[in-house]
């Protein structure tokens, strides 16, 4: 068992930043891909950011050129810098690791974003 524990969310204004990140409370090297999905109020999770053991990222359209997942295994903790937040990108932002590249094996318990004015 692996735990994931999110932390950097908050309230910020429309197009400020924050860096939200995923410590893990053992290795992450044997996760093949570590990632970040949100939840918006009414709406399903939401994949938002991937990144593989690899170096490989992957976004979703909509945060692509804002956002920037990244992978520290030797502190074991996964980060998703945020720029240019907008209103919509308020949401539950949730940590997960995936053994795979499929399902993920664990979650983290989310941190709340709100971007608002």
């Known amino acids: 068992q692996v735990q994931l524990v999110e932390s950097g969310g908050g309230l910020v204004q429309p197009g400020g930043s924050l860096r939200l990140s995923c410590a893990a409370s053992k290795t992450i090297f044997s996760f093949n891909v570590m990632g970040w999905y949100r939840q918006a109020p009414g709406k399903e999770r939401e994949l938002v950011a991937t990144?593989?053991?690899?170096?490989?990222?992957n976004y979703a359209g909509s945060v692509k050129g804002r956002f920037t997942v990244s992978r520290d295994n030797a502190k074991n903790t996964v980060y998703l810098q945020m720029n240019s937040l907008k209103p919509e990108d308020t949401a539950v932002y949730y940590c997960?690791?995936?053994?795979?590249?499929?399902?993920?094996?664990?979650w983290g318990q989310g941190t709340q974003v709100t971007v608002s004015s």
């Open positions: 997960c690791a995936v053994y795979g590249f499929t399902i993920p094996d664990y």
């Open positions: 990144v593989s053991k690899g170096g490989t990222t």
